[in-house]
């Protein structure tokens, strides 16, 4: 798990699906500036009175070969649908842990990085990056 460091906090990961077995992974688009640290994602678990949920885990199944992801604490703002109950919460920031890539120094192309989050209730969501550093 070359380059990812863990911080314990808050998560929501509703933009990440679900998934109950092997299957390809839903690829999320990035362009980040070279060797800049740059969110790629914020990370929140809330119930329906903003509360966090509890912390979460994340692995690696695939490093980026061009850089490293690390793990950060943040103010985000939740995006939940309009229909979901918690969208009360997408008004105002709160305690988040976000994605973070940084590419090598002088890199200038194509990344990607896989990912696995297993929520506080043990739902798993995966997901793929690919990242334009420019």
Known sequence: MRGLSLVGA???CCALPAVSGAGPL???????????????????????DCK?????????????RYG?????KGQDYPVYPAADP?????????????IVYTSD???????????????PYGVVYRGRFHITVR
């Open 52 to 64: 966090s949920m509890g912390p979460a885990s994340l692995g690696l199944l695939r490093s980026p």
């Open 86 to 98: 918690r969208s009360v919460c997408n008004v105002r920031k709160l305690p988040s842990q976000r």
């Open 10 to 12: 808050a998560f929501l």
């Open 26 to 48: 839903r690829t999320y688009e990035r362009i980040v500036p070279s060797g800049t640290a740059q969110p790629i994602f914020p990370l929140l678990f809330l119930s329906p």
């Open 105 to 119: 120094p002088g890199f200038v192309g194509e990344d990607d990085v896989a990912l696995e989050v297993v929520g």
């Open 68 to 72: 490293r992801v690390t793990i950060e």
